[in-house]
């Protein structure tokens, strides 16, 4: 059995460091876990991307702090869920994906989870699919789950009232989703779930399912979500979410262009440095004791470490440092050969991925975020003349690419 650590000191830090709400209360929560029980927790991930991102990695890192203490950790990958679409903050109801779809998303999961969450030696994570016990769900079972809930409940969600007002439709399946979350609990028999505090809807949908059908309590941990100090969240609508599977020089190139508002966050919730020095930076940045920049580095260097390991993380961030502060060109560039003398700038960066698409390309260009040989090109319609030795192609401060004639 498993040796559960209850120092008092770790346990408070445990509840406290980056946390939004512990459901009932904290008190309670705490008590048990200094108890000495061995309890059992989890958290989903929906495979909607073939990559976990930042914010899951928040909450992984917070199911890894259990696992430190000796406790039993759930790596729930829903590939059941997935396929309805979690209807959070959602105007409009989410494509459906296929079984198919969801596995090939969640294929690399557990890899890039382990960067911070362990799945061998001592107390590994399980990793579960809550399509064990949900495809197997009759229309019986059904109605005896769905019975313990009201269409009051699920109506009364923001989003869902959103759409009633702009008369958009709301779906029958989305009323499930909790449902469907809610069920994992029950068949996982957990102590604690840990989410997103935008997921604290689904998450308390499955306490009530758990006092329902199991007359068993089940906390519930909400975590803060990263956003500067303005209250801004960071994420994909935003452009600045990052990728596990981000590779490190641009992992690192992205945390660097995060406004110097999310720093405090950031280290409190995405990093493994102590709660004290975090503290501390958070006072240095109050106090306009620190530059941030420096701060940022830091920062920058710490998530690369985690997901990538610190080899890795130097290599980034002196490739930072001679690229972007001493504006140098890398010492390895990628070539791409071209065809013909001379070439449209638009379709240049289309043709060498410098840019996805032609409207892309256009935008870079008129917002003057391309060089060509370190000039600014200014015009759409210009054509760069290719020759053998080649033209270094540079997209905003961390993308290279010499382009040279055949």
């Known amino acids: 059995m498993k040796k559960i650590i209850t120092d008092e000191k770790l346990v408070d830090e445990i ?10 209360g904290k008190e309670l929560f705490k008590k048990l876990l200094l108890s000495g029980k061995r309890i059992k927790l ?11 991102h930042i914010g899951n990695a928040i909450v992984i ?9 000796g406790h039993e950790v759930i790596f729930l990958i829903g590939d059941f ?32 989870a382990s960067a911070y969450l362990k799945f061998t030696g001592d107390n590994p994570a399980v990793v579960r699919y809550n399509s064990e016990w949900s495809d197997k769900v009759s229309f019986k079972d059904l109605l005896e789950i769905t019975s313990n809930f009201t269409v009051q409940q699920m109506i009364q969600r923001d989003m869902f009232q959103e759409r009633i007002k702009a008369e958009k439709p709301i779906f029958l399946h989305e009323f499930l989703y909790p449902v469907a979350q809610g069920y994992d ?20 949908a499955g306490r009530d399912l758990m006092k329902a059908m199991r007359n068993k309590e089940k906390f519930v941990m909400t975590s803060k979500l990263l956003a500067d100090d303005t209250g801004k969240k960071m994420g994909k609508s935003e452009g600045n979410a990052i990728f596990l599977d981000t590779d490190p020089k641009n992992m690192y190139g992205i945390i660097m262009s995060w406004p110097d508002g999310v720093l405090g966050s ?18 240095d940045l109050k106090d306009g004791e620190v530059n941030p920049r420096d701060l940022k580095m830091k920062l920058a260097f710490e998530i690369t470490k985690i997901v990538h390991g610190e080899d890795a993380a130097n290599e980034a961030q002196d ?32 043709e060498t991925k410098m840019a996805s698409s032609k409207s892309e390309a256009r935008r870079l260009i008129e917002q003057g975020g391309i060089k060509i040989d370190s000039e600014v090109v200014k015009e759409i319609k210009a054509e760069i003349k290719i020759n053998k030795e080649g033209v270094l192609v540079q997209r905003g401060k961390l993308k290279f690419v010499r382009v040279i004639g055949e």
Do not use: H, W
């Not at 070539?335 to 960066?349: A, H, M, P, Q, T």
């Open 15 to 24: 509840l406290e460091r980056g946390v939004e709400t512990i459901y009932p």
């Open 185 to 204: 609990s029950v068949v996982m028999d957990v102590d604690l779930e840990v989410g997103g505090n935008d997921q604290m809807f689904n998450m308390m």
């Open 61 to 69: 890192n917070k199911l890894a702090q259990f696992q430190a203490l």
């Open 319 to 350: 490739n930072f440092v001679k690229t972007v502060q001493n504006k140098e060109v890398p010492d390895e560039v990628e070539s791409i050969k071209v065809k013909g003398e001379r070439i449209n700038i638009v379709d240049l960066l289309v």
């Open 42 to 52: 989890y958290c989903g991930f929906d495979p909607s991307a073939p990559a976990l």
């Open 266 to 283: 950031a280290f409190e919730l995405c990093t493994k440095v102590p709660m004290a020095e975090v503290l501390e930076i958070k006072k």
């Open 81 to 112: 869920t997935g396929m309805i679409g979690d209807p959070t903050d959602k105007s409009a109801a989410r494509k459906k994906l296929t079984r198919e779809e969801v596995l090939a998303n969640a294929k690399n999961y557990v890899k890039q």
